[in-house]
């Protein structure tokens, strides 16, 4: 059975820090990828990584960045937490389709 | 026009019932379709692949229809269990994207 961790369920930060997402997952997953859910808008692709140490932009990049520096943990991390990247945080993985969720971090920036 | 589109709903069923959704995709050249359930403060999880000539799992019946570019979610006999937010997803963009349709909540009652 696939599984996707998180580091947090739920987190509350101040606008400013630095904040740090874990994502592990155990099957050997080439692909990780990270995604906000905000209501209405639906789930976003922010970064995805087809490999170790490789990285891509998603449709929401900006704000974000990422670390791959083993294959099986994916981190995002936000430089300077705002209030507009309050949202759920989810982490996914696979090798070919479908994509296998962590269980999200619901992240707030106060 | 959003890449992938759905109606929110809430689509209120009586238990029992046969429900059905729609999705429909912009992008003609997308090659992989499927459906996700997401629960209540849960993750998205794998419901059904969409193949070419339509597919059944139990209660559940997928359908692809490329002329049109649309996808389709039907429900049989409803159950109270079925109460979920169901997410269309199309594989748009050729590799491992994959877009995200904003999701259907579906209300099942007694």
């Known amino acids: 059975d696939v599984k996707v961790t998180q580091s947090s369920r739920y987190l509350v930060k101040r606008t400013g820090e630095k904040v740090f997402l874990e994502c592990v997952q155990d099957?050997?997953?080439?692909?990780m990828f990270w995604y906000r859910q905000d209501p209405g808008l639906g789930l976003r692709l922010i970064y995805f990584s087809y490999d170790v140490k490789m990285k891509e932009k998603g449709d929401i990049p900006e704000g974000y960045s990422v670390s791959r520096e083993k294959k099986e943990r994916f981190s995002l991390i936000l430089e300077s937490a705002s209030t507009n990247q309050t949202s759920m945080y989810l982490c996914?993985?696979?090798?070919?389709?479908?994509?296998?969720f962590g269980p999200g971090t619901r992240l707030t920036v106060l | 026009r959003k890449e992938v589109e759905q109606d929110p709903g809430p689509f209120n069923v009586p238990e029992g019932a046969t429900v059905a959704f729609n999705c429909t995709y912009s992008?003609?050249?997308?090659?992989?379709f499927f459906w996700y359930r997401q629960d209540c403060r849960k993750e998205p999880k794998l419901l059904m692949s969409?193949?070419?000539s339509g597919n059944e799992d139990g209660r559940f019946t997928a359908q692809l229809n490329r002329a049109s570019q649309y996808i389709s979610l039907l429900i049989r006999d409803s159950k109270l269990s079925d109460s979920a937010t169901y997410l269309c997803v199309v594989n748009s963009g050729g590799g491992n994207k994959l877009t995200f349709g904003t999701g259907t909540q579906l209300k099942v009652e007694l």
């Open positions: 099957m050997d997953h080439e692909n």
């Open positions: 992008n003609s050249a997308s090659q992989s």
């Open positions: 969409v193949y070419s």
């Open positions: 996914a993985s696979n090798r070919d389709r479908p994509l296998y």
